[in-house]
């Protein structure tokens, strides 16, 4: 991969991944340090890359081991205050966006991890699949638990449930 394409592949999913990386950990420090760690490991590994059109589920792919080795590093588990942003952020949210993010930060990991790639980071379920290690088929059974979930919590809290909880599934 030459210099340009690299540059570009990292204009275009450096804020993804840090988004990513946000969600993961739930701390903005947290999460550029190991934005930029995973950007350099691909860097220093580029040469693994078979094909340049998998970049962003490869770019992905590390990020998210890397979320999981910090974790690990820290011994600390996911919880509801590692997921929300920090307090200075908090402020910022809506009534209904807190109480999304106080939900997703319920769901069970793997749910989590499903939502979270599915609705906010745009991949589709194969690659979801593929970036998760498991069958296109449990993509689909997680991401339906997490929104029925989701739905249950937010309607407990709420009168309406988010419009976005509703769409259909592929």
């Keep these: 991969m030459d210099n340009t394409l690299w540059q570009e592949l990292v204009e275009q999913l450096y804020d993804?991944?840090?988004r990513f990386a946000v969600h993961m950990l739930g701390s903005y420090e947290d999460a550029e340090d190991v934005t930029q760690q995973s950007f350099l490991k691909?860097?220093?590994?580029v040469h693994q890359l078979d094909d340049p059109?998998?970049?962003?589920?490869?770019?992905?792919?590390?990020a998210r081991n890397q979320c999981h080795d910090h974790l690990r590093s820290l011994k600390r588990f996911f919880s509801l205050r590692a997921l929300l942003?920090?307090?200075?952020?908090?402020?910022?949210?809506?009534?209904?966006?807190?109480?999304l993010l106080r939900a997703i930060g319920s769901l069970p990991r793997m749910q989590r991890e499903v939502f979270l790639l599915r609705e906010w980071h745009d991949f589709s379920t194969v690659e979801t699949a593929q970036l998760l290690g498991i069958a296109e088929g449990?993509?689909?059974?997680h991401l339906h638990r997490a929104k029925s979930a989701l739905r249950q919590c937010l309607g407990?809290?709420?009168?309406?449930?988010?419009?976005?909880l509703d769409e259909e599934e592929d």
């Design 16 to 18: 993804p991944i840090f």
């Design 42 to 45: 691909a860097f220093h590994s």
């Design 53 to 62: 059109t998998k970049a962003k589920a490869w770019l992905y792919a590390i």
């Design 85 to 99: 942003p920090q307090e200075r952020c908090i402020e910022m949210l809506s009534p209904i966006g807190h109480e």
């Design 138 to 141: 449990s993509v689909k059974s």
């Design 156 to 164: 407990e809290q709420n009168a309406e449930s988010p419009a976005n």
